[in-house]
C-alpha cells in the first residue's frame, strides 16, 4: 500500500514539474497567438495523442469495470472537460484584469477549498492535511504576492478559476475507481480543445502563420502539459487521497517560479525563496504518518 501511494505521489510531482515548465512555454506562445487559440490547438493536440495511448497503457487499469462503463466514462470527460476549459478561461480572463501575482496566489486556493469541498461530500480530513494547507497558503503568499492585496473584479475571476479547479480534481477522484483514467483524459482534452476552438473563431482572429510561429511552446504544452501530465494525474490519483494529491499539485507554482530562474534568467528574492520552502515543507506534514492510536 505505501509503494502504491509512493507511485502515486510521484506520478503527481512530475506532473507538477511538467506543469510548471509549461508556465514558460505558456508566456512564450502568447506572444503570438491568443488565449483560446493556445488553448484550443494544445487541448486538441492532447486528446488526439491520447487516442492511441489509451489502448498501449490499459495496464494502468485497476477493475474490470473501466472496459465497459461507457457511460460513467462519457459523463466523466465531459464533466472535466467542462472544468479544464472553464478554469483556464477564467484565469486567462482574470490576469488580464489583476497582476500575475495575485493570479498565483488566488489560483493556489484550490488547495484549501478541496477539503473544504470533501467536507461537503462527506470525506473525512486529517489534521496534517489542514496544517499543510494552512503552511502551503503562507509559502504562496511570500512566493506570488508582491503589492498590497485587495479585490479586484480580476481576482474574483481568478477565484472562480480556483473553484473550478478543485471541481475537477474531485471529480477526477469520484469517477477514476469506475473508468480508464487515460480515456478520461483524452476524452477531457478533445471536450475542452473543442470548446475553446469555438471561441477561438468567435472572439479571436486565428492564423495559420501565429500558430506555426508559436509550434514550440504549443507542442510542449500539447504533448507534455496536456497528454502526458494530466494523463499521470489522473493515474496517480488513483493511489493517494484528493487533498494529498492537491497539496502537491500546487507546487507547480514553485516549480513555475524555478523555471523562470533556470530557463529564462529570472531571479528568487529572498522572500519568494521562503515561500518555496514553506510549501515543500507542507508537502512534507501532509504526507507524515498518522498516529496509531
Known sequence: MKDSSFKGNLLLLITATIWGVAFVAQSVGMDYVGPFTFNGVRFLLGGIILIPCSFILKK??????????RKKL?????????????????????????????????????????????????????????IGAVIAMAGFYLLCIKEGFFIAFGDILVFICAIIFALHIMT??????????????????????????????????????????????????????????????????????PFLASLILSLESVISVLAGWIILGEMLSFKEIVGCVLVFAAIVIAQLPARKS
Open 60 to 69: 494502468f487499469q485497476t477493475g474490470e469495470k473501466k472496459d465497459h462503463d
Open 172 to 241: 477526477v477522484d469520484a469517477y477514476i475507481p469506475y473508468v480508464n483514467g487515460v480515456m478520461l483524459s483524452c476524452i477531457q482534452f478533445l471536450v475542452a480543445g473543442a470548446i475553446s476552438t469555438v471561441c477561438m473563431f468567435l472572439f479571436e482572429r486565428p492564423s495559420l502563420s501565429g500558430i506555426l510561429s508559436a509550434w514550440q511552446p504549443i507542442l510542449y504544452a500539447g504533448i507534455m502539459s496536456c497528454g502526458v501530465a494530466y494523463t499521470l494525474q489522473i493515474i496517480g490519483q488513483q493511489y493517494t487521497n
Open 74 to 130: 462519457i459523463k466523466a470527460g465531459l464533466l472535466c472537460g467542462l472544468f479544464m476549459f472553464g478554469a483556464t478561461t477564467f484565469q486567462q480572463l482574470g490576469i488580464m484584469q489583476t497582476s500575475v501575482g495575485k493570479t498565483g496566489f488566488i489560483t493556489a486556493l484550490y488547495v484549501i477549498l478541496v477539503p473544504i469541498f470533501g467536507i461537503i461530500l462527506g470525506k473525512k480530513v486529517g489534521i496534517r492535511i489542514w
